[in-house]
């Protein structure tokens, strides 16, 4: 980063950090240091950023920049349109980047992760692991919106038709370069089948119709940026004929002239950044129309192959098939980036389309019908008699291209028409007249100023009126300038680095010029996109359009906190933690004998406590007894009546018979632990 832009970066952080403090406003750092580089070229005596700048200089560039950014004006409105069209821009594209860098990475690594598992195959589960990760792989690479049971199904039948799992084992003694090209292209191969079945009504579930969406979505894209075009441009053929007006008849109009140029510059930017979203749509609704022609001629040329046939050698059909993936996936970037354009155009509609009231008037516009415009007081016979008009194709200077192929086939084509073209040039600094009667390139040519003639921006303080191609365009210095009259383009002629100079002086005293006519080559160090691309973090602050979010945020330190756990066994006593650390030790020289017997296997661990007796009088213990192994009971006699004579012969009487028993002493002691009884 050179000191002009470390000093950019650093005033701009200062000027954000006022506005905060001391206005309460938000500025994002990106306009904060576009707009200290805008002053500082219009003061480059007193604000020259290629040296240090002095602490005062400072200062007083910091608070100029505040009292800019805190005015209310249509030129500050431009500034703030074209630093949030580039922040968005950029933005949008940098995160469609990430999100296919992102997916490009994944794969990978689902890749590494297949080649790590495929070396070694022991067993028929490890063959298995390997086969769920490439079946992972091939659902996360299934270009649909969700991955349903359909659509898990499906895949599983492509892919066993194209890579089975029995061919694991020729797989895995690949190299490892083999194995993820392999697996690259049976990812394209089961898309281009799925997309194939999918023509033929027997899957291709989950797929939307891309190619009529696509193609849909970008008409009315292409038809809402028209309709925008059209309103905005009429709109600024309204201000530039009231401007015209006043510089024919001074005084005549009651609206404020400098309004109306700063209105019109503003309009003149609101229709670059749609002229350049339509660019890109133009270009996208070409590639979808060549796109979706291959595209339908491949699945053509497959019908023919496949036909009734159940098998096709996959010599023929897998480049078919990898065809249609590769269309398939162009179409759903085109998609994306439509979708893109179309968020940076509603941020373009709901921030910068209706941000002032216009400053025409009714009366203004009706004088323009009733006052007729000058006439212009030179005449082709006076150009064509001090300008030299060339013949056949003018040959364009690219600055920016470093591959000369495609230029030096098209030198082939054209040689002899441009060999023509230097001998009538003569020296480079020569002013040459193209018209397009005798120039077959005419509408090619790049113009300078984006077509506005340097003329009017010199002698009326930067008003943008874009030139007349009938006239006639003059080549100097490699570029090319159109006029509005041939008056402005003799007075051109006469003296070109007076009006060349003229428009950069112009450019830094009404800054927002810069972008808008492209003087980024012949001003250093003012191209918002380069400020933006350098400091990633200057456009995340702008990311968008719109003031970065805030939230507020506090931190308050209890008084007296209270920990939520406890650890009831926390000591912070060092000599009680060294008296624990001496007891663990000592316990660990300790041996515990223990034995478990079979007896005591299965039984339960009783505890019993006891209170020990109070003593007698004498001293003695109360509740003594002794327990021997031996166990003595004596049973008294019992006497038990019976009834004789209630069965047999009969006849027989019943009576009553009465039976003693003798009493019986028992002598024994405690069976054995082991007997079992």
Known sequence: ??????????????????????????????????????????????????????????????????????????????????????????????????????????????????????????????????????????????????????????????????????????????????????????????????LFNREIQKGGAGFEDVPALASKELDAMYAELDAENQQISDLCEQYAAVINVEFDYPESIAASLSALQDELTNRRQYLLHVHTLQHEVVEAIDNIKLLVSHFDAQLQELRQLVGSRSTVPKEQVYPKFLALARDWKLMVELRKKNDVRRGILAMLRDGFRNQFESSLIEADLRLCEEKEPKPDDRTVDDVDAHILTIEGNVEIEDENSGDNNKKQQQQQQQQQDQDETKEQLGGVDEIVRVVKEKSPNFLHLPLACQGYCPWTIVHRGGVLLPGDPNLGILRYRGRFYNFVSFHAMLEFAADPERYVQGVVEIAKRRSELIYLLHLHDRIPHSSVSELLERS??????????????????????????????????????????????????????????????????????????????????????????????????????????????????????????????????????????????
């Open 1 to 194: 980063m050179s000191l002009v832009e470390e000093q950019m970066k650093e005033v701009g952080e200062a000027v954000v950090q006022t506005c905060r403090d001391e206005h309460g406003r938000h500025i994002p750092v990106s306009l904060a240091a576009f707009v200290v580089r805008a002053i500082s070229l219009a003061s480059e005596r007193a604000f020259d950023l290629a040296q240090k700048l002095p602490g005062a200089a400072r200062h007083r560039l910091v608070q100029q920049a505040v009292k800019r950014l805190l005015q209310d004006d249509t030129s500050l409105d431009t500034l703030k349109m074209q630093v949030a069209f580039e922040a968005m821009y950029m933005s949008e594209t940098r995160k469609l980047l990430m999100r296919q860098h992102k997916r490009e990475a994944d794969n990978q690594h689902a890749l590494d992760q297949i080649v790590l598992h495929s070396v070694a195959l022991q067993d028929k589960q490890q063959v298995a692991d390997l086969y769920r990760l490439i079946f992972k792989l091939l659902l996360a690479n299934a270009w649909v919106a969700k991955v349903d049971r359909t659509v898990e199904r499906e895949v599983a039948r492509v892919v066993e038709t194209v890579f089975p799992q029995v061919g694991l084992n020729a797989y895995r003694l690949s190299t490892s370069e083999q194995k993820r090209a392999q697996l690259r292209e049976v990812i394209d191969v089961v898309l281009g089948i799925r």
């Open 536 to 677: 990633p973090a200057l456009q995340e602050s702008h990311a968008g359009g719109g003031a970065q979010t805030m939230v507020d945020r506090a931190v308050q330190t209890e008084t007296h906190a209270v920990e939520s756990h406890i650890d009831p066994n926390y000591e912070w006593n060092e000599w009680n933690l060294r008296r624990q650390a001496l007891q663990y030790a000592n316990i660990t020289n300790k041996k515990t004998h223990s034995a478990q017997t079979v007896q005591s296997h299965f039984r339960r661990e009783n505890e019993t406590q006891t209170y020990k007796p109070k003593p007698n009088d004498d001293g003695t213990m109360p509740g003594k007894g002794t327990q021997t192994g031996v166990t003595k009971g004596t049973n008294v006699a019992r006497t038990k009546k019976y009834i004789q004579g209630l069965r047999g012969k009969p006849g027989t009487q019943a009576h009553t018979v009465e039976f003693t028993h003798e009493p019986t002493v028992t002598h024994g002691s405690n069976p054995p632990l082991n007997n079992k009884q």
